[in-house]
Nanobody, 112 residues
Framework: QVQFVESGGGLVQSGGSQRLSCSASQSSFTINYSNWYRQAPGKKRELVASIGRDNSTTYSDSVKGRFTISRNNAKNTMFLQMDGLKPDDTAIYYC??????WGQGIQVTVSS
């Protein structure tokens, strides 16, 4: 069964940037559409960004203008570029692929 491995998280100062990646374990897998979610301590998991089959993108109001979702179909990898990070962005970030597969989650911590 295909799995998705996330990378790129960690600790960053407020105002800094990070780039998350989510890669399929099988090279033959096709990412049609995908999302990034996040879950902060004590809060529900929320949708952050989406990218469709036609590369159309949508963002939550809380990250619009700061985050950018993209993908590399040749490498079966999707990305989340996060700029202007704030302490409120601290959460575990998850990729969600084709409405079926979740990544394992990766911690992003933004210090003030």
């Amino acid at each position: 069964q295909v799995q998705f491995v996330e990378s790129g998280g960690g600790l960053v100062q407020s105002g800094g940037s990070q780039r998350l990646s989510c890669s399929a374990s099988q090279s033959s897998f096709t990412i049609n559409y995908s999302n990034w979610y996040r879950q902060a301590p004590g809060k529900k998991r929320e949708l952050v960004a989406s990218i469709g089959r036609d590369n159309s993108t949508t963002y939550s109001d809380s990250v619009k203008g700061r985050f950018t979702i993209s993908r590399n179909n040749a490498k079966n990898t999707m990305f989340l570029q996060m700029d202007g990070l704030k302490p409120d962005d601290t959460a575990i970030y998850y990729c969600y692929i084709n409405g079926q597969y979740w990544g394992q989650g990766i911690q992003v911590t933004v210090s003030s």
